[in-house]
């Protein structure tokens, strides 16, 4: 048994993690309500570029973009990987990974975004065609670069179809890991973007022109409305990590204060036994 001297080390010890603990869970929880902030103010946009996709794709029937038809055969399968920098975020990354482990590796070509995903993908053996990094505050043109790589693998032909592995925000205490469709788009209905579950406005009565051509608009505008997506999945992906880090460092936290307690209390019995050793010795002595 730890005699009194160990048991104030430990306490001192889980005393000086809590106040570790507690100053990121504060840091956790500031960083997570910017997130947050920028993940709804840029909501809007995204469902508008959605509503707007949807009428002009079904516009010209006669003129189908390759972003918007399946192929034929799926050999080869693109994803793209959206985790954390940093661990401390409880099972945010490993509900990630156990998705990512469901697709045949010897056929999938892996896009990481977040340091984390990067270290799995090569402990795992997989192919990684692409390595990027993103910020607490993602920016549009992060976003752009990592979709415009997947376009161009699909484009030439190195992959069938991408799909995008990441973590949905549905509040702060739940956060949902998803793959998502991502090229081909089908009849953009297929594309989930967390916290893009709104129907998509269509009007056959409309009449669209194209200036110069159906062809160069689509182009521009599918990619555009897929920049977009990647965007919106980052401020998600972001807003979730920090999330999961404020819960994971609140329970890490409360359970610091259990064990100090704990620890307290065996404390105090141990120098509780030994003051009443030393009053019966002393007892004893006088009595002899």
């Keep these: 048994m730890a005699g009194t001297k160990e048991i104030r080390l430990k306490i001192r010890s889980v005393q000086n993690t809590r106040k570790i603990t507690k100053a990121m869970e ?19 946009y ?17 003129y189908r973009h390759p972003f918007l038809l399946d192929r034929d055969t799926v050999k080869r399968v693109g994803i793209i990987i959206i985790t954390t920098d940093k661990g401390l975020c409880g099972a945010l990354n490993t509900n990630i990974f156990r998705l990512a482990a469901s697709f045949d590796p010897g056929t999938t070509r ?15 053996g997989r192919q990684l065609a692409a390595e990027f990094a993103y ?3 993602p920016s549009f043109a992060e976003a752009r670069a990592i979709a415009g ?43 989930k973007v967390p916290g893009m579950d709104v129907p998509v406005w269509t009007d056959d009565t409309v009449q669209t022109l194209f200036e110069p051509d159906a062809r160069s608009v689509l182009a521009y505008l599918l990619g555009h409305y897929l920049n977009v997506s990647v965007y919106l999945t980052l401020l998600n992906a ?12 609140k329970n890490a936290t409360d359970s610091a204060e259990e064990l100090v307690r704990s620890l307290a209390l065996e404390y105090n019995r141990l120098r509780q036994g030994n003051i009443t050793r030393e009053l019966l010795d002393i007892a004893g002595g006088q009595a002899g």
């Design 135 to 137: 910020g607490d505050a």
């Design 46 to 62: 995204g469902e508008k570029i959605r509503n707007v996709a949807a009428h002009i794709s079904h516009a010209n029937p006669e």
């Design 238 to 249: 972001k807003a979730s990590e920090h999330s999961a880090r404020m819960v994971a460092m």
């Design 26 to 44: 504060m840091v956790a929880a500031s960083k997570m309500r910017k997130a947050q902030d920028r993940m709804r103010h840029a909501r809007p």
């Design 110 to 124: 892996f896009i990481t975004a977040g340091r984390k995903a990067a270290q799995w993908v090569a402990r795992s």
């Design 149 to 191: 790589f997947a376009r161009e693998l699909f484009v030439n032909g190195e992959v069938d179809e991408v799909h995008i592995l990441a973590t949905r925000f549905i509040n702060t205490l739940s956060q949902e890991a998803l793959a998502m469709p991502f090229i081909p788009i089908g009849e953009l209905t297929g594309l």
